[in-house]
């Protein structure tokens, strides 16, 4: 079965500075992955998927992630942070052993800006 | 604008009470998700349902109870029998079930017991 690991429950950073929030899956098959950001009392949001095209790939807000499969990693980045950046981030891997779309989610990294 | 839509936003449950979330969504999805969000957890699947008239259990079903009855809406019934049923409810949606779309989810219902 598949499964994610964020390797961060918490992150901080400054505003404009780098953003970095890891992930490891683990997957017997090719797997389908995605990033979520959830705010306050809202639900998820889609911030990029990534599908077994490009390894790099673009999301929402200026995120990107890249998918390495020597390290079945799939870190989420982003150049500069801004203040609107912060909340609960969740890497989810698509689980392909089931007869539908199940996702399995990490626990979640919470980010923090400071201004 | 398509969504999904979930309501009330918070709901309080007494001792031995039934209560129902509602979760209605414009997507024209055929695919619906109940999840169950605790702090500092993932979240985890309740329920599903591919198709109308059909529903399946996730990994955490007991407790809990649903209907799919129109493709637009799946509501989800937290019955007595869910000890623990303070929690962050997320209804999600997607299209073809076996492909790789998202999933699309509302903004929640937070439950507690009174």
């Known amino acids: 079965a598949q499964s994610v690991t964020q390797l961060d429950s918490h992150v901080s950073v400054s505003e404009g500075t780098p953003v970095l929030l890891r992930c490891n899956y683990s997957?017997?098959?090719?797997?389908?992955l995605f990033w979520y950001v959830q705010h306050p009392n809202k639900g998820l949001q889609l911030l990029l998927k990534?599908?077994?095209?490009?390894?790099l790939v673009k999301g929402i807000n200026g995120f990107e992630a890249e998918f390495k499969k020597s390290e079945t990693s799939f870190h989420l980045t982003k150049p500069s942070a801004h203040m609107s950046d912060a909340a609960e981030y969740f890497c989810?891997?698509?689980?392909?052993?089931?007869?539908?779309?199940?996702?399995?989610f990490g626990t979640g990294t919470r980010l923090l800006v400071s201004p | 604008d398509g969504g999904i839509t979930q309501s009330p936003k918070y709901l309080f449950r007494k001792e031995g009470q039934n209560v129902t979330l509602s979760c209605e969504q414009n997507?024209?999805?055929?695919?619906m998700y109940w999840y169950r969000q605790d702090p500092g957890q993932g979240l985890r699947l309740i329920y599903y349902?591919?198709?109308?008239?059909?529903?399946q259990k996730g990994d955490i079903a007991e407790g809990y109870s649903v209907s799919r009855e129109k493709k637009e809406s799946f509501p989800l019934t937290v019955t007595s029998a869910q000890k623990n049923p303070t929690a962050f409810y997320l209804c999600?949606?997607?299209?073809?079930?076996?492909?790789?779309?998202?999933?699309?989810f509302g903004d929640g219902t937070r439950l507690s017991i009174l």
């Open positions: 999600a949606s997607s299209g073809i079930t076996r492909s790789n779309q998202p999933q699309h």
């Open positions: 997957s017997s098959y090719s797997p389908s």
């Open positions: 990534y599908t077994s095209a490009a390894t």
């Open positions: 989810v891997v698509s689980d392909q052993d089931t007869g539908f779309q199940k996702l399995v």
């Open positions: 997507l024209n999805h055929d695919a």
């Open positions: 349902s591919q198709i109308v008239n059909d529903f």
